[in-house]
């Protein structure tokens, strides 16, 4: 069966059939141009052999921005030949000086196998044998390579081989630049003085809090670089988002070029929406969907939002078409990276028909070509579906990509509303290397490289003085006056410092000791509290005791459980500072900080496979109290009035209206609804009205809702749209429900919401 026999038995089958809307993409010609003057003849000569005979133009205009010295992002489809256009200038810079040395960052370590197989392709019969650190180590054990991968897995033996013999590129990820490469940088010099380009794969994955995190290891980089009298060039590449060239610029601080016109072949695309009825659950039809694509001969990949859901459609499909067992797999974080690695391989060789996954193989592991994608649940965002979706026709072949609603407010709205789905711009990536919670830690990392001082260019260090005199304070930084000179107390601090989360970090460890996890200070109470069912590996785990002190938790096995938690809790806002006002209609928005204090006081136990409600049960835990960013909404007594005279529920209205909104914010922030935190007040002292508070669920605050600020008329608009396009007639998880919500979704009213909406956007 091909694609079309496929579509025309999805659209008649009954337990498939429900189909919400079909968009057909015509494929295109690819488009080439001529190789740019400087490639030395053997790099052509050799490309030519491996069957590669042109240059798409976005290849062409990326190679020629390069050798001019530009900085480039390069955002073009998956499987568009962008690797292409970093390897081929740093094989010319090797042909030019042997000595030149090149870095590639990922933040998925099967990434770094990916790219470091494809560079050897690339490069055999290119550059001699013996060229730039390739034969130069061969004293002891297994010589150096032409590349090497320099992450958590490598050997410290292997580690010191790098560094004293560099190879011409180092495969790493931004942790190990933060604590082997920036900390220990003298030991690098060899590698860091000849370096000639510097590529960022997957650059809109760096976004929130961890995207905020390296824009400060980066700039940490650099300093290091410009001591050594050292300025490379950048190369990153990206999946499509509203703002690649801003968000590279906020990483690195430099000017990028950006090349989003893409020369490569596109087959016919598909694109099916599928709102299963009631009488089906989703994840049965996705599962139905995908044994019927890997029963019909099409190589499909299928994306889950959950862990647990990856594994449960990888068991429902092998238990119920037994013969497909052995061309499947399961593919998600926690697996070990041999058992990647294999499945990785697997499919790229077609041994595997089919693979279900989590965001694990989103980004660009090359895995083949594949025919049908299913997406088990909106992605979250337009680029992450896009993305996803991607992943079949990578050979210009026909292919097919489905999607499946869940009962989340976001999938119900492009169901009602797939037009604005299809014609709608992809998402921005925000980030804010600013926050101080961030950048504090950062300054300390700094300063222990090499010594901050006034006349610092990447760190504007007058302007961050009080976070400097804050480290004084606390003992881990001194300041010699007399030469203008910050520098640390203690060594190495960068262990100290997670890139991945925002504050302290907790260890989660099971009663005899064995570290299985980490979580954030952000998240620790809602997720970790004692009594709290934890799930890692595929097994579910109860958490016995939450030390605070010792930055810890405690779990012991509960594979028999049949319910998860979720927490209750009581939160309030004041307001800091406002840093900007705007108005829509009679509506006055302000923009600002704000401090939250929120307490996890109990929480409820949930049959699993039901949802229906166990139990609750109180906790006495110390409040979380942080600063962050976030806008509010006053409403105006008349509001409020005419929606109690309609006989609708004031706080409901209130709470109904914060829910979507947030669910709606993920629309022009790439983010998700877990990112943000919201209030409703009936009364709210500081402002003496009630109110609607919506903020960044991070310390600090990362950006998000200062997006939302500024697209709030077409935020509000969505909003409203979702609530009015919803069946219910009062609540619902597809509109005004939130799943982590602290209290139990009550009270919630969406046709008071709406009345309070349509006032805001004069819709009276």
Sequence with gaps: ???????????????????????????????????????????????????LKNLYTHQCEG??????????????????????????????????????????????????????????????GIIPSGSSGEGTAKKRGKPLGLSEIYDGDTTSYRRKKI????????????????????????????FLKRLKYIVIDEVHSYRGVFGSHVANVLRRLQRILRHYGVNPQFIACSATIANAEELCTDLTGLDFRLISKSGAPSGRRNFIFINPASRHSP???????????????????????ARKITELMHSWVSKSVPELREKISAYRAGFLPEER??????????????????????LGLDIGGLDVCILAGYPGTISSTWQRGGRAGRSGRDSLIVLVAIEDALDQYFMNNPEDFFCRNVEAAVLDMENPVILKPHLLCAAAELQLKST??????????????????????RYWQK?????????????EVSIRGCGRPYSIITANGRLIGESSS??????????????????????????????????????????????????EISIISIEEKKRLNALELHYGTLKVRETVTGYRRKEISTEINLGEFTLVLPPTVFTTKGIWMEVSPDILEDVKAEGYSVGGALHAAEHSAIAMLPLYALCDRMDLGGLSYEFNPDLESAAIFIYDGYEGGVGLTKRGFYFIASWFESTLKLMEECRCEVSCPSCTQDPHCGNGNEPLDKRGAMMILKSWLGKD
Excluded: C
Aim: no cysteine; aromatic share 8%; charged share 25%.
């Design 283 to 305: 994840y049965t039809v996705a599962t139905r969907l995908f044994a019927l694509s890997i029963t019909e001969g099409l190589r499909t990949i299928a994306f889950t939002k």
């Design 63 to 124: 190679i020629e921005a390069l050798l001019g010295r530009e900085n480039i992002v390069i955002m073009t489809p998956t499987a568009s030949g962008k690797s292409l256009i970093y390897q081929i200038p740093i094989l010319q810079a090797i042909l030019e000086d042997p000595s030149a040395t090149s870095l590639y960052i990922s933040p998925l370590k099967g990434l770094l196998h990916d790219q470091q197989r494809a560079f050897k392709e690339i490069a055999a």
């Design 1 to 51: 069966m091909d694609i079309n026999g496929l579509i025309a038995e999805i659209k008649k089958r009954q337990d498939l059939k429900d189909v919400a809307h079909h968009e057909v993409f015509a494929g295109s010609a690819a488009s080439t141009g001529p190789w740019p003057r400087g490639i030395a003849p053997i790099i052509r000569e050799k490309l030519l052999e491996k069957g």
């Design 341 to 362: 690695r294999e499945i990785e391989r697997s499919l790229f060789s077609g041994e595997l028909q089919g693979v279900i996954t989590t965001s694990a193989l989103e």
């Design 522 to 571: 952000q998240r620790v109470f809602h997720d970790l509290h004692p009594g709290a069912i934890y799930m890692h590996g595929g097994n579910l785990y109860k958490v016995k005791i939450l030390d605070p002190g010792k930055g810890s938790v405690t779990v012991e096995a509960a594979d028999n459980t049949h319910y998860h938690t979720t927490p209750i809790t009581n939160e």
């Design 483 to 495: 030469g203008d000179i910050w520098y640390p107390r203690t060594k190495y601090p960068q262990r």
């Design 163 to 190: 560094r004293r013999h560099p190879p011409a590129l180092v495969l790493t990820n931004p942790d190990m630049i933060h604590l082997a490469i920036n900390a220990y940088h003298q030991q690098w010099q060899l």
């Design 456 to 477: 610092d260019t990447l760190y504007n260090v007058r302007a961050h003085r009080d976070l400097l005199n804050e480290l004084q304070d606390e003992e881990k930084l």
